[in-house]
């Protein structure tokens, strides 16, 4: 293989890596590179790859998770609603022995409750102890090891969404590394909060999203191979139709932004924004096909698919609801129950239906008027600036060999990687639009929908949290994975394969990039490590802590 066909195999941020430059079945090569995807086929080194990285995942986020001891944050909410929604169906009040009122949807919480099943549960203040169904562990390690999970799992997705849209296994395990080594993400790894189960699902349905477009555009290729011609009027302009080519990505991407919707209601905003990149997408391909008005057959063919999409997304969200649905105990379930409550009503289905109509509408008015002030909250403009982590655990007890020691779990990013954020979006937006690279704009309008909202409803004065910004975090170390990758590798216009000239120039580069690279991993790596004990309230001498406090009058 000559220096240039190695570097072309190489080239980890342009859509025609590994596209022959002959043309097939008559269709011109640049049309098959304009179509290119990753190709379906079992890579055995990039799953090692990723297994190294998840398992690195999966060390940090379960080493120690029983620790430590107690309901730590708002686990004192969660654990106990998810043991509720595993013994009654609903969540349940024990100390008033009747059902609680909750402003979030159940799903994160009977993902909880099925850590608690399978480990056990224990609640010395209202004297509950049940063993686990698989087994029987310290209670805290019931009740964190969905959120645990989850962790891991969001990192495996990661690694593999990173790499099919950046089509380099070095560049997807680098993303799942950065995500894994995130003191933000590993504190909400290790803690029973619903916000690790957004991030899980927004990503998931992302993810089914990026598989939708490929498996759409390997459709494409394959029609025009076997002689499609796209000019042609109505269905004669497009593929054969049939179940076997029906969008099934992108109806289990509808799926999953049901069960993120499920477990908060801020993942809506990823509704848009996730239906308009797959329309871009269906008009992107039709464009790069040849088809005369792309934007009209695209409307046309996809509008249905996209309906349906948001249909199954209703349907899953009632469906987490059917612990309230089947049980007369949830709070609003029975008119009867409260009778000083106006709307309610007991008739068959359509009174139950209208009976969680007004718990949400009541849940709703709850979340637009809450503006309590609180001592951790925080603006959005803070939150990639880590202008206000929050303490989710502090104890100044127990023996470390000095006069006064500390423990502390803190919601921290690791702050090198956190502060790479802002400068990795400008450079995104600025290579996005010089080159016309669909996954620029992807990402930014991922995190368009995770962050910007955000700012809207702090003209109103309500209080937020830094973990708000979780669903938004994938998107922003893709962020910095893509200018990565673009340091590494040189690209030509919009964002296609170089040219041989640009690949005989770009091995000096190449060789340069992956030093810079390496050593930005390695240095996130190093601040990680530093801040580690700070992450899972391990105990340290007092000035050590007080080290780790770099803006003092921010994070304490």
């Not at 969660?78 to 979030?104: F, Q, T």
């Not at 005989?504 to 601040?527: E, F, K, Q, S």
Request: charged fraction near 15%; glycine fraction near 10%; proline fraction near 6%.
């Amino acid at each position: 293989m000559t220096s240039a066909s190695t570097a072309q195999s190489a080239n980890a941020t342009g859509p025609d890596q590994g596209i022959p430059p002959t043309d097939g079945g008559g269709v011109p090569a640049v049309v098959r590179r304009r179509l290119a995807t990753v190709e379906a086929r079992l890579d055995v080194n990039s799953w090692i790859a990723t297994a190294v990285v998840v398992a690195i995942a999966a060390i940090l986020r379960l080493l120690g998770l029983s620790g430590p001891k107690g309901k730590i944050f708002d686990e004192i909410y969660y654990a106990r609603d998810g043991y509720g929604l595993i013994d009654k169906g609903v969540e349940w009040n024990y100390k008033d022995n009747g059902p609680s009122y909750v402003v979030h949807p159940p799903l994160g919480k009977w993902l909880i409750g099925f850590g608690e099943w399978a480990f056990g549960y224990a609640d010395q203040e209202h004297n509950i102890s049940v063993p686990g169904h698989l087994f029987t562990t310290a209670p805290e390690f019931g009740w964190r090891f969905s959120a645990a999970l989850a962790g891991i799992l969001s990192v495996l997705m990661l690694t593999r969404i990173a790499r099919r849209m950046f089509r380099s296994t070095t560049l997807g395990c680098a993303a799942g590394l950065l995500l894994a080594l995130d003191g933000f993400h590993l504190v909400l790894s290790r803690t029973a909060l619903l916000d690790i189960f957004l991030l899980l699902f927004v990503l998931a349905a992302f993810g089914a999203l990026v598989l939708d477009r490929d498996a759409r555009r390997r459709r494409w290729a394959r029609a025009l191979d076997d002689g499609l011609d796209p000019s042609a009027p109505g269905r004669a302009g497009r593929p054969a139709g049939g179940w076997r080519t029906w969008p099934w990505w992108r109806l289990a991407a509808g799926v999953l932004l049901g069960c993120a919707c499920a477990v908060k209601w801020s993942a809506l905003y990823f509704v848009p924004a996730f239906a308009l990149l797959a329309l871009f997408w269906e008009v992107g391909v039709r464009r790069s096909a040849g088809v005369r008005r792309p934007w009209r057959d695209a409307l046309l063919d996809e509008l249905p698919w996209l309906v349906l999409a948001g249909l199954l997304m209703v349907v899953t969200y009632l469906a987490t609801w059917s612990g309230w649905l089947l049980s007369d105990d949830g709070y609003y379930r029975l008119a009867a129950r409260y009778p000083n409550t106006p709307g309610l009503s007991d008739t068959p289905i359509l009174g139950a239906l209208n009976n969680l109509y007004q718990y949400h509408r009541a849940a709703f008015e709850f979340h637009t008027g809450l503006e309590t002030p609180h001592k951790y909250q925080s603006w959005p403009w803070q939150w990639l600036l880590l202008g206000r982590p929050v303490a989710f655990y502090w104890s100044g007890d127990g023996a470390c060999g000095a006069p006064s020691c500390a423990s502390e779990i803190l919601l921290l990013g690791t702050p090198l990687l956190w502060w790479s954020f802002l400068p990795a979006l400008a450079a995104t937006a600025w290579l996005g639009l010089a080159r016309r690279d669909w996954r620029a704009g992807a990402i930014l309008l991922s995190l368009a929908a995770g962050l910007l909202p955000w700012f809207w409803f702090a003209l109103d004065g309500r209080t937020m949290f830094s973990f708000y910004a979780a669903p938004a975090l994938p998107f922003l170390v893709l962020a910095v994975v893509y200018v990565l990758g673009a340091i590494v590798t040189p690209t030509g216009p919009e964002g296609g394969a170089a040219t041989d000239a640009d690949l005989a120039r770009g091995d000096d580069r190449r060789l340069i990039g992956g030093v810079i690279v390496g050593a930005y991993v390695l240095l996130v790596a190093l601040c990680f490590a530093y801040f580690y004990p700070i992450f899972v309230g391990n105990l340290l001498p007092y000035d050590d802590w007080s080290a780790r406090m770099w803006l003092d009058g921010r994070w304490i």
